[in-house]
């Protein structure tokens, strides 16, 4: 991502504009080195378009997804959901932290990543009630503080009342970093 040639600033608005309209998760920091401006340009530039800032952008398309979940409360899911298609695949975005790392290895602890993907697999699911049998893991590379982590989930296969799903999770560079499959079974609710 690097733009050699310098644009006018109303070029560069626009193209500002459509790149976020196409991805809303750009960094600042991301944009300002695309553009090759300074992150306060960027700043000014997304205020002067009326475009928020990367928190707010993320929470409003996760509020715009949670809705459609079935299988748990906002609250159980660990990330934010920035699309869901229930039944077919599922993306959230995971913003890490020093509070998540290991004190003396400086590496995110791996029930945080584990938690993103599980409960990702369980957003995508079409049913009201599930309980996860199977998880197959692995975990490909090291995850510092401070990194974005995006998941993918798919529902790769419904049999029998079971749910079979596929989650990759990818840092902000586009490495791999987490890959699972899961199994939920569907249970039927209890009356109470």
């Not at 991805?23 to 300002?32: G, K, N, R, V, W």
């Not at 715009?64 to 229930?86: A, R, Y």
């Not at 039944?87 to 029930?111: A, F, P």
Request: aromatic share 6%; proline share 3%; hydrophobic share 40%.
């Amino acid at each position: 991502m690097n733009n050699l040639k310098r644009k006018s600033k109303e070029g560069r608005q626009k193209e500002l504009s459509q790149m976020l309209k196409q991805d809303p998760f750009y960094t600042d920091e991301e944009l300002s080195t695309y553009f090759g401006v300074s992150i306060q340009t960027i700043r000014l530039d997304r205020l002067k378009l009326g475009i928020p800032e990367l928190r707010e952008r993320v929470k409003k398309v996760a509020e715009n997804n949670i809705n459609k979940v079935k299988t748990l409360g906002s609250k159980e899911i660990v990330g934010e959901i920035i699309d869901l298609e229930v039944g077919t695949l599922g993306i959230s975005i995971l913003e890490t932290t020093s509070d998540m790392t290991y004190s003396k290895t400086n590496i995110v602890r791996g029930h945080f990543v584990f938690a993103q993907a599980e409960s990702l697999a369980m957003a995508v699911v079409d049913a009201p009630v599930v309980l996860m049998g199977v998880a197959n893991i692995k975990n490909i590379n090291p995850i510092k503080p401070d990194d974005r982590l995006i998941a993918k989930a798919e529902v790769v296969r419904v049999r029998d009342k079971k749910h079979y799903v596929h989650v990759k999770i990818n840092n902000k560079n586009h490495e791999q970093v987490f890959r699972g499959k899961f199994i939920f079974n569907e249970i039927a609710q209890r009356e109470e």
